[in-house]
């Protein structure tokens, strides 16, 4: 019976492992609890709505239930009740959890094409049309 365990343990390890994993940790102070200033928290949910949930992918940290994303609430708030500026903030999220963490990319060496590829599309359309329709001067 032990051997059958023995085999069949790094098998139903990789099942087992989601099942058994539990979030024992409590939640960050301000995960779920608002500043006690209402322009301060005002500036707190402005921002948490332009930050990506690291695990969800698709939603803000304002609207997961992510353990993560109640973390990152939390210090959205913690910074901000400590006179902060929300692009201090987001500055200090993205460099530590990347650029991706933020709705708003900035131009730099790795997202320029996101910026450029509407335009280069526009110009490929405009002239794919001109021929198609041949606009342009006649001789």
Do not use: H, K, N
């Amino acid at each position: 019976m032990l051997a059958a365990l023995m085999l069949a343990a790094p098998v139903l390890a990789p099942v087992l492992a989601p099942a058994l994993a539990d979030d024992t940790m409590p939640a960050a102070p301000y995960a779920y609890r608002q500043l006690p200033d209402p322009a301060q928290e005002a500036r707190a949910q402005a921002l948490m709505e332009t930050l990506r949930c690291l695990v969800c992918q698709s939603q803000s940290i304002a609207d997961s239930d992510a353990a993560i994303a109640g973390d990152m609430r939390s210090i959205v708030r913690q910074r901000i009740a400590a006179g902060e500026s929300p692009e201090a903030i987001r500055a200090w999220l993205v460099a530590r959890y990347g650029a991706y963490v933020s709705y708003a990319p900035t131009l730099s060496g790795l997202t320029w094409p996101l910026f450029a590829a509407p335009l280069g599309l526009l110009a490929a359309a405009a002239l794919l049309l001109r021929r198609r329709f041949g606009w342009g001067i006649r001789a």
